[in-house]
C-alpha cells in the first residue's frame, strides 16, 4: 500500500527528530528535580530537620543530601521523558492528520477482506487485535513505527466501529464483525480521526503517568519514614523520661 508506505516514512522521520527531542526534555526535567532537590535538603538542613539524636541515625539521615536531589532528579526526569514522548506524539498526529486520513480509507477495505478470509477458519476466536497484529507483519525494523502503526490501526478499527454503532461488548471476536460494513465508511468519519487519536494517546500516557508514580513513590516517601520514625522515637524516649505528659 503506497498510503502505508507514505505514512510509515513521515512516522520515521518523527521518530529521527522525537528520540533526542524526548532525551532532552527528560534531561531538562532531571536537572530542575536536582536542583529543586538541593534547595529542599539545604532548607531541610538549616532548619535542622536533618538533626539526629543518635549517631547511626545521623550518618543514615546524611545520606539525604545526596539521596533526595539523585531520587528527585531520576522522578522528574522519567516524567519528563514520557512528557517529552508526549509531545512528539501529539505532533506525529498533528503532522500525519492528511496521511492518517488517506490511509484509514485505503486500510479499512483491505481490513475488510482480510475479516473475511478469517471468518471461516476461526472468526469465534481471533480478535480485532490479533489481526492487526498479523496484517502489521515484522517488516518495519524501527521499533517506534511498527509500535506506533500497531497502535494506530487499532485506534483507526475503534473508530471505524464507532461510526457503525457497532456495541463495546460485541468487540472482542472477529464473528460478531461478521455483518459490519467497514469499507463502506465514506471519509468523512474520518476527518475525527485525529481527535480519537489524541484520546487515545492521552489515555496511554496517562497509564505511562501514573506508573511512574507508583514506582517512585515508596522512594520518594522514605526520607519522610525516616523523620517520622525519629521523631516517633524521639517523642517515646521524652515520655519515657517524663517530659510528656499524656492526654487525660
Do not use: C
Not at 525494523?141 to 487499532?154: D, G, I, S, T, Y
Amino acid at each position: 500500500m503506497n498510503e502505508l508506505q507514505s505514512l510509515a516514512q513521515e512516522l520515521a522521520r518523527v521518530a529521527a527528530g522525537g528520540f533526542w527531542k524526548t532525551v532532552l526534555t527528560g534531561v531538562v526535567f532531571a536537572a530542575a528535580g536536582f536542583a529543586a532537590g538541593v534547595a529542599l535538603v539545604v532548607y531541610a538542613g538549616r532548619r535542622g530537620l536533618l538533626r539526629r539524636d543518635l549517631r547511626p541515625w545521623a550518618w543514615v539521615a546524611r545520606v539525604n543530601y545526596v539521596y533526595v536531589p539523585v531520587v528527585l532528579a531520576l522522578f522528574l526526569g522519567s516524567l519528563g521523558g514520557v512528557y517529552g514522548a508526549q509531545r512528539v506524539v501529539g505532533s506525529a498526529i498533528d503532522r500525519t492528520t492528511a496521511p492518517v486520513v488517506s490511509y484509514a480509507q485505503a486500510y479499512l477495505p483491505t481490513l475488510q477482506a482480510a475479516l473475511a478470509a478469517r471468518l471461516p477458519r476461526n472468526g469465534a476466536e481471533a480478535t480485532v487485535e490479533t489481526l492487526i497484529a498479523e496484517q502489521m507483519g515484522g517488516g518495519e525494523r524501527n521499533p517506534f513505527v511498527r509500535e506506533a502503526m500497531f497502535r494506530l490501526n487499532l485506534a483507526l478499527v475503534h473508530h471505524a466501529l464507532d461510526q457503525v454503532q457497532l456495541p463495546e461488548g460485541a468487540r472482542g471476536s472477529m464473528d460478531a464483525l461478521r455483518h459490519v460494513d467497514l469499507a463502506g465508511l465514506g471519509s468523512a468519519p474520518f476527518q475525527a480521526l485525529p481527535r480519537a487519536l489524541h484520546q487515545a494517546s492521552s489515555s496511554f500516557f496517562a497509564a505511562k503517568y501514573a506508573f511512574v508514580l507508583m514506582l517512585f513513590a515508596p522512594l520518594l516517601l522514605l526520607p519522610v519514614a525516616e523523620y517520622l520514625a525519629h521523631a516517633g522515637w524521639r517523642w517515646s524516649r521524652r515520655r519515657a523520661a517524663g517530659l510528656v505528659h499524656p492526654p487525660s
